[in-house]
């Protein structure tokens, strides 16, 4: 009888139940899910442009090389391309590429989603999917930078944060639609580490609390190591952060322990990625994880209550066994050195005399005219920011002010690391403009219409309209800055980065035409359906995975620019005369040869007239990298017969380049070179077929014979309306190995 009572007691409370949500909370939720859904809407505007033919594609190039890992996955199972190893021997033919030694948690993460939208019924290609991935992360990774401007600032500050990185253009670019590249999970996973680490060791979470977040931490720093190879800058902030607490005194047991939890179990999972194995422990970029944990530990001894001797020969013990450590990990030689591409950010200096790094424009360092172009007035936010955050010297403001110079520094050592300044930058733009309107809201809450400010000689009344006025003119900044751009002329950036095609929508023209140019999907399409999946198709290196993943035929190269000997020997067949060129090819069963260019139409008083010229989009604007890291290797060819006394080179300025102007006046060097005779050979094609003249000289192809050019249906009117007077040719030729042949066998 009692539980009968109890229970209909029970039932009448719930009719009784409200839930109670404020007016500021609704408020800020609402405004969420705006900024949310803004960074979502402008990460699909691409979509304009592939709707059209009926599927979605991948951006860029790399993403191609993230495909087909998840294909695998999907198909094989999520280990597939780990155990046993896959080589990829249409890749980089004949080696191949090993897929193993590749970052997992991209692929894998979406083979797992696909997988469970597949088993829910959603029907969706697998390419589609991993196109639409990057701005669904993107998104999420706006969200969580709500939540880590919440904790370092308020809701304000979070929300501002998150805005703001919503519409970061550098962040636009690796989030948009198709990106499908390690950038879209490092940010992510960046921001999740940073989120968990601080919560982690904030002083007024219990000590449950406290281990929760540790192991979310570890797990996040796992996901972020086995996702983008720009772990090794967090991991190393954390250290230097953790360093510099100690140094001012600010030691805590808590933060041995979150320490100790996150790299002792975060790093000892992500040893079992393949391609970090076990040297990564003994990488020149994380040893210095382990000699703060052995400051940590001294730190920890010395506030001990032990006798002054006793702490004097723990602390030289553990100093030692570091150094000793470390001597015996270098004399052993497995003391691993920091890849190429990650010392030449700390000096930039050093990619000078590495001509297949610098040859990537996202490589370069970045001007500061190129920073403005970038950041815009916000600079100036970011500025009064790093002060506000200075002057209020917190756990977590140091730890934003480590984050926004490091991070400052590598986006000024290379155009690519731009994105690893977004977070920062929003966090501390965020704390500027709130910073700089806290007194003015401060003043507009004020009783009466008058406030009492108090100077050195006088009171002095500040009228609230000069606190509206004030916001106005922030709020006044921040619109012009994202919502006009004056760096640019008035065209907002952010619009700019996020509604233009798809690189191979675009026919890697530097436009947005109406329609899609579709110069690039009718080469790729004729391959697949022409040529068999054996045939070997020589490029450069930037188009290897569009004509080997979507043309389905075997190829030299590509952007994972791993074999960097074999891109040499290609940069040399582009650059050789054809007799040497045939040469090279013939050591990799060479079949065909693409190049991709394209010509500038001339205008004069609105009219079609004159000489048409290389355009220097393509292989034309290309070639001086292919000179320059085939010269790079001279050396090499010189002692393997390819380059005699009589004829090599050293750089693009053995073919006719100079260096002064920037320039090209092609002297019989260049005029012999094979990627000049097959671009001018294509030019008088089209400049045949349509009743132009040409600027440059034409050749006549030896040993080459073309076999398909997409874009010689590209006339002049259509060139000079839809595609900026610029007309792409993609052009495959054929090798004439018969002619060849007898050519070397006739005495």
């Known amino acids: 009888m009692a539980i009968k009572e109890a229970l209909s007691r029970g039932l009448k409370g719930t009719g009784k139940l409200r839930v109670s949500v404020s007016h500021a909370s609704i408020l800020t939720i609402t405004a969420l899910l705006l900024i949310l859904f803004i960074a979502f809407t402008i990460r699909v505007l691409p979509m304009r442009w592939e709707i059209p033919s009926g599927s979605l594609g991948l951006n860029e190039f790399d993403p191609y090389y993230q495909y087909s890992l998840t294909n695998k996955m999907v198909n094989d199972g999520l280990l597939s391309p780990y155990s046993p190893p896959w080589i990829n021997t249409q890749q ?21 989603l696909y997988s469970i939208i597949s088993a829910l019924g959603v029907s969706i290609d697998l390419m589609s999917f991993c196109s639409l991935m990057a701005p669904l992360l993107g ?42 590249d390690t950038e879209t999970v490092g940010v992510l996973a960046l921001l999740l580490f940073i989120f968990l680490f601080m919560r982690a060791l904030d002083p007024n979470r219990s000590f449950r609390s406290v281990l929760l977040y540790s192991l979310g931490s570890a797990a996040a720093l796992f996901y972020f190591s086995a996702g983008w190879g720009a772990a090794y800058f967090l991991i190393d902030l954390i250290a230097v952060y953790a360093f510099i607490l100690v140094l001012i005194k600010r030691y805590t047991q808590r933060l041995l322990m979150v320490y100790s939890i996150t790299f002792g179990l975060g790093l000892f999972a992500a040893i079992n990625v393949p391609v970090l194995s076990p040297h990564y422990l003994t990488s020149g970029a994380i040893l210095p994880v382990a000699a703060v944990f052995v400051v940590l530990c001294v ?98 403001n140091i730890f934003l002010v480590l984050f926004g110079l490091s991070s400052l520094y590598f986006a000024g050592s290379m155009v690519r690391l731009l994105i690893l300044l977004a977070p920062a930058f929003a966090l501390l733009v965020s704390n500027g403009v709130f910073g700089l309107l806290k007194p003015f809201y401060t003043l507009i809450r004020e009783s009466g219409s008058q406030v009492m400010l108090k100077s050195k000689r006088r009171l002095s009344r500040v009228g609230k309209e000069y606190s509206a006025i004030a916001i106005l003119l922030i709020f006044g900044l921040l619109v012009t800055n994202f919502a006009f751009s004056p760096q640019t002329g008035g065209e907002p950036r952010v619009y700019n980065m996020a509604y233009s095609p ?21 080469m790729v399409a004729y391959m697949k359906e022409n040529l068999a999946q054996t045939d070997v198709v020589a490029s450069w290196w930037d188009y290897g995975n569009w004509i080997g993943y979507l043309g389905n035929v075997t190829t030299l190269c590509d952007n994972t620019t791993v074999n960097a000997t074999q891109i040499e020997n290609v ?50 604007g290309k070639w001086v990298w292919m000179a320059d890291i085939s010269g790079n290797a001279k050396p090499r060819f010189i002692d393997s017969g390819y380059m005699t006394s009589d004829y090599q080179w050293s750089n693009k300025t053995d073919f006719g380049y100079n260096m002064t102007s920037g320039v090209t006046e092609w002297n019989d060097m260049g005029l012999n070179s094979t990627i000049y005779k097959l671009m001018s050979n294509a030019e008088k094609q089209w400049a045949d077929k349509y009743g132009f003249t040409m600027s440059e000289t034409a050749s006549t192809l030896e040993y080459f014979t073309p076999v398909y050019i997409a874009g010689l249906e590209v006339d002049p009117v259509t060139a000079a309306q839809q595609y900026g007077t610029l007309v792409p040719l993609v052009c495959l030729y054929k090798i004439d190995w018969e002619k060849y042949n007898t050519s070397v066998t006739t005495p």
């Open 502 to 522: 798809l690189a191979i929508t675009s026919s890697s023209l530097p436009i947005a035409a109406n329609e899609p140019v579709p110069q690039w999907r009718n």
């Open 92 to 112: 980089f033919y004949p080696d191949g590429l090993d897929m193993s030694q590749s970052l997992p948690s991209l692929p894998m993460t979406t083979a797992v």
């Open 299 to 396: 730190a920890e001894i010395l506030r001990t209550n032990i006798t002054m001797r006793t702490k004097t020969i723990l602390s030289v013990a553990f100093l030692a066994i570091l150094v000793g450590g470390v001597v015996g990990i270098a004399v052993f030689g497995d003391l691993t050195s920091i890849a190429g591409k990650f010392i030449s950010v700390v000096d930039p200096f050093q990619r000078s005399a590495q001509p297949l790094i610098e040859s990537v424009a996202e490589h370069r360092i970045s001007a500061w005219g190129s920073m403005y172009y970038e950041l815009g007035i916000s600079i100036l936010f970011f500025l009064v920011g790093m002060y506000f955050t200075v002057k209020n010297p917190t756990n977590r």
């Open 571 to 620: 940069a040399y067949a582009m650059m050789a005369n054809e007799t040497q060129s045939i040469k090279m090819l013939k050591n990799y069963d060479a079949s065909y040869l693409l190049v991709f260019m394209t010509l500038q139409l001339p205008i004069s008083n609105n009219q079609l007239s004159g000489n048409v010229r290389f355009g220097g989009y393509g292989d034309e």
């Open 139 to 180: 998104t999420f990774a706006v969200l969580l930078m709500y939540f880590v401007g919440k904790d370092m600032g308020g809701k304000t500050v979070g929300l501002l944060s998150a805005l703001i990185l919503g519409l970061m253009p550098s962040y636009i670019q690796r989030s948009s639609l198709g990106f499908f």
